[in-house]
């Protein structure tokens, strides 16, 4: 009985706390985080529109916290942790007062529009940023050094519309100088800068190579220069990349050095656009054994594929169309069959020097795509290929090969 009371008496303790606090008064946004957010609306759109229409100094509107792309950390604190601004149709200059969110850990303004003005310094201030997308939001000029101050950064995203998709080109359009900020940020995990240009940037891989958290690496026409491998970049690789795109780029087949180092857990690389000038695909990539997309397209690689493709057991997606690879289909076929076989659904050799007659393809059991075109084969097209029942693609033409 006096066990069953003690029960009691915890249970109503327990319970009369969680009644207070459900009845405490909801403290809202801090003034300091609301003040800060109402000048970068001031900021962005000015006086010809109102964006953020939930912004607002009415006294129903006070609490920013509710307000539309913002985030706060709890009611009790009242701080902005995130703000996601993303795709807001956006215009104008970012206000300074941004650096005093100093809790802000995410801080999203992707596709915008700020007319090729450069990326403010102070946004190097935020220093507990984990977060940062300026993706597509027409920033221009110098990346600033700065930003190398935001160390808890995991996710760093400045890609940009290219200057050749745009009329009038933009004059200011985003570069570097340099990546001595980038190795600061010793967490990242993430990061994206194509269509920046970086062709100034001879260390670029050795900055890549000192993020030992780096996942996802994207630098997509960049105009990388050739990196310069030594055995010292070659030690200090990190083996977590796991998505590489550095397609439509100035590289050449030193890159393969880099690649074949310690990147055994790539799932994704595409090595499209480039400059092999001759070289043969590398044998080591049959060691990447996670891969699941390659592509070497339209890079001037020669020889046929290499036969450690057969230890590709995961690989779904294998484009090495427009290049001058030869060799015999049945021969590329029988290889990739050997553990592909149930995984490959994509794959793309055309407009190449491959020869020979076309094989069963039947043992493919997911393959959707198929591209074959401009090539020297020759022979029937089987029936068998009728049997396909997931093939979605086709491309047979300008071979020698009869229905």
């Not at 044998?283 to 036969?307: K, R, T, V, W």
């Amino acid at each position: 009985m006096v066990e069953a009371r003690c029960c009691f008496k915890l249970l109503y303790a327990i319970l009369v706390v969680v009644l207070l606090h459900m009845s405490s008064p909801c403290i809202g946004c801090s003034e300091r985080d609301r003040q800060a957010l109402l000048a970068l609306k001031q900021g962005l759109v000015g006086d010809d529109g109102d964006r953020l229409l939930s912004w607002g100094r009415e006294a129903q509107n006070k609490n920013c916290c509710q307000w539309e792309g913002v985030y706060c950390s709890s009611n009790q604190t009242g701080h902005v942790v995130k703000l996601d601004l993303g795709d807001q149709s956006l215009q104008g200059k970012i206000s300074p007062k941004l650096v005093h969110l100093q809790h802000l850990e995410y801080l999203n303004l992707s596709f915008n529009n700020f007319g090729w003005s450069k990326i403010p310094d102070f946004i190097g201030s935020l220093s507990n940023l984990i977060y940062l997308d300026l993706s597509y939001a027409n920033f221009g000029g110098q990346i600033p050094n700065q930003l190398g101050n935001l160390t808890h950064l995991q996710y760093l995203n400045l890609s940009s519309t290219s200057s050749s998709d745009i009329r009038p080109p933009p004059v200011n359009s985003i570069h570097a100088k340099n990546l001595n900020w980038l190795p600061n940020l010793s967490g990242l995990k993430h990061l994206d800068l194509s269509y920046t240009n970086l062709s100034d940037i001879v260390g670029w891989l050795e900055a890549v190579n000192m993020l030992p958290k780096l996942t996802n690496l994207i630098l997509w026409r960049c105009k990388l220069p050739p990196p310069i491998i030594s055995s010292v970049s070659l030690m200090n690789s990190s083996n977590s990349l796991v998505h590489v795109d550095l397609g439509l780029n100035n590289l050449n087949s030193s890159i393969f050095q880099w690649l074949s180092g310690t990147h055994t857990n790539l799932v994704y690389l595409d090595l499209s656009y480039n400059n092999f000038n001759g070289s043969s695909i590398p044998a080591s990539f049959g060691n990447m054994s996670s891969l699941a997309h390659l592509s070497l397209y339209d890079s001037q690689l020669e020889g046929g594929i290499p036969n450690s493709f057969a230890k590709l057991c995961r690989l779904r997606e294998l484009d090495l169309g427009v290049n001058s690879l030869s060799g015999q289909l049945s021969d590329f076929v029988e290889t990739l069959s050997k553990c592909a076989q149930k995984t490959l659904e994509s794959l793309d050799i055309s407009f190449n020097n491959i020869s020979g007659s076309l094989p069963d393809l039947t043992n493919f059991l997911s393959l959707k795509h198929l591209l074959l075109q401009d090539n020297n084969l020759s022979g029937r097209i089987p029936k068998s290929i009728g049997q396909m029942s997931k093939l979605e693609t086709i491309g047979f033409g300008w071979n020698s090969l009869e229905g």
